[in-house]
């Protein structure tokens, strides 16, 4: 039997993003090791607007009632303009550990909660770039794999919004981000392009390629000029609502990842480390496969509970 | 003193697209001269999605009881698999008045209400199209224009779709469909790009130049990864949200056009034919007078009433 390691803290760790809360009551123990105690999940940034003390209180309570007043770490848009209270966005070229001197507390009751920095980066063409709990991500990624600290590797965290990711020696050089998930769930939802339709129905993975290899493949094969055939292709061609969503989805995940192999901002490497859930992970390494690109595959939620737990290190040894 | 013509009919069109109901009670004259009596707008097909009839009598009850029991024409979306009755498509090569055959009655009440057919077409990549209220502006054109049936025209008639449409010698010969007015409306009012913002202010022409700028002339400006530029720019380049909102609508605008200058479909025209709303056809005319291309404006309103004049005309000549 495998000896229990010595508990060196707890805390509540959440990646509170555009579209979604996800919380994790986390036991650290003291050879880096995480144990979660509890995981939920609650209602994004955008749609909760305000009323930001109130719905994370509300959902952490039971915790606090049986662990007592452990720390909160917060990532992601909730310290954006359009979160709770904004942080700073540190520049890049930079290496992700430096969020970790970043903390900005916020009084909150008697509670200790902290929201960690985004970063920022400029881009050619007098462009600008921001993200917001992906950077705790790829801290995380350096955590499990430090060989990532190591050469230059394109790394891509899709999500609300694909974040494209230049690490170089262990630097986040720069990065790019597409509206991609955020256009897609608009699109569904709120569109001509589908009718409401239940998401019983499985994904359907071949309107998917098909949907990529057009965005991928066909010549001027402009995004706002291909979008409508989602609704076209179901008057014309017979495909169903959830054909057509599954279609919707390869348009605009092959529209990425075309303009990320176009980009000037690095050449495109033979391999590329996913980071994301699962289905997002398996759609984009669908769609990069099929253009003879390798790809890693590594789950979000070990790399963000990774990143928290540098920040829970970080926070136990700095001096009140 | 100039003489009234005699009245040859009155009757009510209603233009009811996607986003609004545009209705007009109208009288004919024997010379083909308009007056319009009235007229009122609504809400459009994917708000109202399935209280078709009350909504429209509603609406249009001061007319009937003013002037009777009206025929009413009814063109755009309402004749579409997201509205009242689906009408068929016709297929493409066709020549407009050809709709004029083929209106769809509607049992209501003891209303005469007729759905007029949409138009399909296939593209090169076995892609498909659909119009449906375009057509009637565009046989609303060639009455007002008759020097349009004659020789090569490509129209662009912008609203919710951008519809691009190359006429030849009075016939339609293929079109294609670009999401750009619907997106700019998503990504304005339920994106994170901007915040809700009252649309008092004045439009910035030169925050529109610059997102169509951007789209236009940049290498490798796909639209997926230039929207976030409307966010970053707010955070980091000063911009306003009014601004920023402006900036959207030329980065749309500007993909739109180059999309279409690109398009394997034709070679574009050193001149186009605007069909639109003033702002509409301000803002395309804008980004084609600086890629060098001609315009030529007409006001959608009198295309739509011209079209619907000829709908009224051919009831009136159908034996019953």
């Not at 070229?93 to 916020?106: D, G, K, N, T």
Request: overall charge negative.
């Amino acid at each position: 039997m495998r000896q229990q390691e010595p508990a060196l803290c707890c805390y509540i760790a959440v990646d509170w993003g555009t579209s979604h809360l996800r919380a994790y009551c986390c036991q650290l123990a003291s050879n880096g090791e995480v144990t979660v105690l509890g995981s939920l999940t609650g209602p994004g940034v955008k749609k909760v607007q305000t009323d930001f003390k109130s719905t994370l209180l509300t959902l952490i309570n039971p915790w606090l009632t049986q662990y007592g007043p452990l720390p909160v770490y917060l990532a992601g848009q909730i310290g954006s303009s359009i979160g709770w209270l904004e942080t700073a966005y540190l520049a890049c070229p930079i290496r992700p550990e430096q969020i970790l001197q970043h903390p900005q507390s916020l009084a909150c009751e008697h509670y200790q909660i902290s929201i960690m920095p985004g970063l920022s980066c400029r881009l050619p063409g007098q462009q600008f770039d921001a993200m917001r709990g992906e950077e705790l991500q790829i801290l995380g990624l350096c955590q499990l794999y430090p060989e990532y600290e190591q050469g230059e590797h394109l790394l891509c965290l899709p999500g609300t919004h694909t974040k494209w990711v230049l690490l170089r020696d262990g630097v986040i050089e720069y990065f790019k981000t597409a509206l991609t998930g955020e256009l897609f769930d608009l699109l569904c939802h709120r569109s001509v392009l589908l009718p409401k339709l239940p998401q019983t129905e499985p994904f359907c993975w071949h309107s998917f390629a098909r949907g990529a290899a057009l965005s991928l493949h066909q010549q001027q094969a402009d995004l706002l000029h291909t979008l409508f055939s989602v609704r076209s292709r179901q008057l014309f061609a017979g495909d169903s609502a959830t054909e057509g969503r599954a279609y919707l989805s390869g348009l605009l995940i092959g529209s990425d990842i075309k303009a990320a192999m176009q980009a000037l901002e690095w050449q495109f490497p033979p391999e590329v480390v996913l980071i994301g859930n699962p289905m997002l992970r398996q759609c984009f390494s669908q769609v990069l496969t099929s253009m003879a690109i390798d790809t890693v595959s590594i789950d979000v939620t070990a790399a963000t509970l990774a990143g928290f737990a540098r920040v829970a290190l970080a926070q136990q040894l700095m001096p009140d």
